[in-house]
């Protein structure tokens, strides 16, 4: 089966809770139609989750329950690259007090 890892806001927020933000995007082994068909997700360019074609097992940090997250410096990468605003205040607050720069 596919494996998942979130990313960008949704892993933030399970990392540190201070901002949620309206889109998921998650790293999958597998993007493929069949998996989409799984997830029941709809082509969407605006939609609000974006799935991402895992580049190794490096995106597959850490397991917080049910979930499993990716690494803490992609988290952030990936709010700074939002064109929200609040995700990039929310990308400092990350920096500080996760990753600790």
Known sequence: ????????APAANALH?????PQTPLFATDTSPE??????LLPDRDGPITLLKAFGDLVFWRELGSLTVAPPWLVYAELLQSADPRA????EEFRREVIGH
């Open 1 to 8: 089966p596919p494996r998942f890892a979130l990313t960008g």
């Open 17 to 21: 809770p201070y901002y949620r933000g």
């Open 35 to 40: 998996t989409r068909r799984l997830l029941r």
């Open 88 to 91: 990039h205040e929310a990308a």
